[in-house]
């Protein structure tokens, strides 16, 4: 069972992450950052040397990734993942981890679909993405109102993230961050391109009105003031980081880590064979 634990909170509302995705799609998708991501691993996969013949794609923005890997089998970024065991030999998590209520168990239902020596590869938002926004509107709120409610995702920390990929069953594990700084005019300019991304705010645990004038202003002042764009003071600046996470299907043929204690050499005697022939 890959679904959130009954006695566990809901991270995400889907019904309203699914709208937003839906209505940034038909207003016109704010793709830059898919498009890095998307390249990124096209060089990645550029790098291995192998053809992969039975690919797979989990996505919730399809129409993008789907020409960006013609080739690949598109499945929704649903709970349970529309995918076969042993089904492929290559499967991309694009940009919707994060939403995820239970991301390692997204991981480990890749996992399972992937052919013996198969390669997983993900993609999402995570560590500091957002964290001007973030601390702008959390001291905004309360300056105003006297409480604090969610309005930016919480993102999770490579180091966490990085585990998952071990926890999944997965064998080789690599987590690496591509920091991205984005310029905008103002902090309603960012909010426009976060819902245009599909990226809007779709947590559970939301607020279910709208964000008060008054609120919205100071944030706005906030970002003004202390994250200015070094290159044009005039903007803002905020933080999207791209977390990339790799793990291989385990295989007798992958190099594997010497047991510990089965060293042959002593690490002194090495040390010195290597001062011996410099000399």
């Avoid at 207003?27 to 550029?46: K, N, T």
């Avoid at 008060?212 to 980081?241: K, Y």
């Avoid at 043929?253 to 290597?274: F, N, Y």
Wanted: hydrophobic share 45%; net charge neutral; with cysteine.
């Amino acid at each position: 069972m890959t679904t959130s634990a009954p006695d566990r909170p809901a991270l995400t509302d889907r019904p309203a992450l699914l709208r937003q995705r839906d209505r940034a799609i038909r207003q016109g998708f704010v793709d830059v950052l898919h498009r890095l991501a998307a390249d990124e691993i096209q060089d990645r996969l550029s790098e291995v040397k192998r053809r992969f013949t039975a690919p797979a794609l989990v996505t919730g923005f399809p129409s993008f990734w789907g020409d960006a890997f013609p080739d690949a089998r598109i499945v929704p970024d649903d709970p349970v993942l529309d995918l076969q065991a042993g089904a492929h030999d290559l499967v991309i998590h694009a940009m919707a981890l994060h939403w995820a209520d239970d991301p390692v168990g997204q991981i480990v239902q890749c996992a399972r679909a992937l052919r013996e020596d198969g390669l997983f590869i993900a993609v999402c938002f995570g560590g500091q993405t957002l964290q001007e926004l973030r601390a702008a509107l959390a001291q905004a709120e309360v300056e105003l109102t006297g409480g604090l409610s969610p309005r930016v995702l919480p993102m999770g920390d490579i180091r966490d993230m990085g585990a998952l990929i071990g926890r999944a069953g997965l064998a080789l594990p690599v987590a690496d961050l591509l920091p991205q700084r984005a310029s905008y005019r103002d902090l309603f300019h960012l909010a426009h391109d976060l819902r245009a991304m599909g990226e809007g705010n779709a947590m559970a645990a939301r607020l279910r009105r709208p964000t008060g004038r008054g609120v919205l202003a100071r944030a706005a002042a906030i970002m003004a003031e202390h994250h200015g764009d070094r290159d044009d003071p005039s903007r803002i600046a905020t933080t999207f980081d791209l977390v990339f996470l790799t793990g291989w299907s385990p295989s007798e043929t992958q190099p594997k880590p010497l047991r510990p204690g089965s060293a042959t050499t002593r690490l002194e005697d090495a040390l010195k064979e290597i001062r011996t022939k410099k000399t």
